[in-house]
């Protein structure tokens, strides 16, 4: 049986985009393909449960049946670093990990395990990635944003992190490339590793859509609360915009799929919106949802218009700039219904990712 473990220089680096992209596109090659991610810090309720969101996602989208519980046996969840403090249980926590990966792995002919953060990450409760590696016995990939010395200097880091476990690192990935500069740093970012011994498996250049929010997922991850249009929220964001400027300055910014954010009482900003449709849908407009900050309601005549506008319209407490902040700083996690994105993902890993070397060095 072969097995990879995916780990990363940080957190949100890509592994999932990566554990899935290898799933789907070696699912050609292996009858029986497994997943696991041994400790998850973002979890989901099912059945009483909790499990990772990341492995709910790989067993919707790949088919796997591993058991979910097994595919996700610790959950960081809150409290949990402070109990572990108080009453330290290294060889509990071990026995979950590897009485799951044996029934995870038992009859695959593959199994991608997917780690949390970097190589550091858990040593705070004894499970760091580079302990959980070793404990399974795998190889690591290596994720890392794009760029040039920051990457090499994070990789070579964690690498050590890795080499001091005695857990040999395959390669590394590099995600999320600018595609002005992907050449560039594609062949810098090669010689560079090269130098130190670091095979380069695939650069990724950098897919804007996969990091674009529904108006759903902002909708879920805050404390607003929906006005209207609740039957579009899954409204995919390209651009989000600050309206606290005059109306035609602020028209000049908007794009097909913009997201307005402004005070409620801006009415002039609002019904210049609604007025601004897209070019080649005169009846549709060009806003996908709008947010209204400092918890202002607006006057019933503009809130109709906004209901009969068939857009989201979400309301804020919080002043323009903290729902800006607050938007700009969301997590945008792959979702099972994420059709388009998971195919996009599939496609890039199997563009831009050195397969037959990864199955080569398993």
Known sequence: MRKIFIAATKQNDGKTTVSLGLLSNFKDGFKKVGFIKPIGQRYLEEVGQKIDEDSFLIEEVCGIKCGLKDMSPIAVEKGFTEKYIARPDKNSIAKQIKDSYRRVSKGQDLVVIEGTGHAGVGSVFDHSNATVAKLLGSKVIIISSGGIGRPIDEIILNKALFEREGVKVLGVIVNKVLPTKFDKISRLVRKGLERKGVKV??????????????????????????????????????RVIVGAMEPRD??????????????????????????????????????????????????????????????????AESDTYDVATTVHDLTVKLRPRDKEKISAVVKLIKDYVDLKEIYRGM
């Open 250 to 315: 602020a028209l000049k910014y908007i794009v097909d799929d913009s997201l307005i954010i402004t005070p409620g009482d801006r009415e002039d900003m609002i019904k210049s919106v609604l007025s601004c449709f897209r070019d080649s849908q005169a009846t549709r407009l060009k806003v996908c949802g709008m947010i209204l900050s400092g918890g202002i309601k607006p006057d019933e005549p503009v809130l109709a218009l906004l209901k009969n506008s068939g857009i989201p319209v979400l309301m």
């Open 201 to 238: 498996l695939g650069v990724l250049p950098y897919n804007p859509m996969l990091s674009q929010p529904t108006i759903e997922q902002i909708l879920e991850e805050t404390d607003f609360e929906v006005l209207s249009g609740k039957e579009n929220l899954e409204r995919t964001v390209s």
